[in-house]
């Protein structure tokens, strides 16, 4: 049973455009979402998260929406660059009992 | 990175043979996790740690143990390691889960033949 879901495997954008990448969740628990980027051989990295009792959070060129009686967010990211090719995972938490991760999104951003 | 250092890289083994993965930190955080990521399903959590000698397991603990007799050093021992355990294992420590503030290592890849 799929907690966190991201239902889009690939997701390819033109340089410069909006990157949105988007994520479900059934768990009602979840008290934080975050977004992690990973390129191959490495560790995810921490991008930005969300308090459930928030509804948009931004950090620059990224931006996180929370829309809690859809149990969905969205990851934003304008405008994308090269750098930004990677794969994206979301995930949640309740308290400090560790992060749930969807499957992961491969975002690939074409010059 | 951070101050979290997984070892070894790189590990290959037979069938049947106990393995144990290190993660050792120099943050001082309190709470630990150890990951695994395979093809198809993310990274999901095998156990964690909320202190010394406090440990709690994870949604893939079968197979696995954990130690941590040191705030610094987090063990991750396959009693038994079976080719289902082939696998790119994560360690992440944190100082306010939930928050965001997890920070991952650079991972280990193991594989059992």
Known sequence: ?111 | DAGITQSPRHKVTETGTPVTLRCHQTENHRYMYWYRQDPGHGLRLIHYSYGVKDTDKGEVSDGYSVSRSKTEDFLLTLESATSSQTSVYFCAISERPGTGGYTFGSGTRLTVV
């Open chain 1, 1 to 111: 049973d799929q907690q966190v879901k991201q239902n889009s495997p690939s997701l390819s954008v033109q340089e410069g455009r909006i990157s949105i990448l988007n994520c479900d969740y059934t768990n009602s628990m979840f008290d934080y979402f975050l977004w992690y980027k990973k390129y191959p051989a490495e560790g995810p990295t921490f991008l930005i998260s969300i308090s459930s009792i928030k509804d948009k959070n931004e950090d620059g060129r990224f931006t996180v929406f929370l829309n809690k009686s859809a149990k969905h967010l969205s990851l934003h990211i304008v405008p994308s660059q090269p750098g930004d090719s990677a794969v994206y995972f979301c995930a949640a938490s309740v308290s400090a009992d560790g992060l749930t991760f969807g499957k992961g999104t491969h975002l690939i951003i074409q010059p």
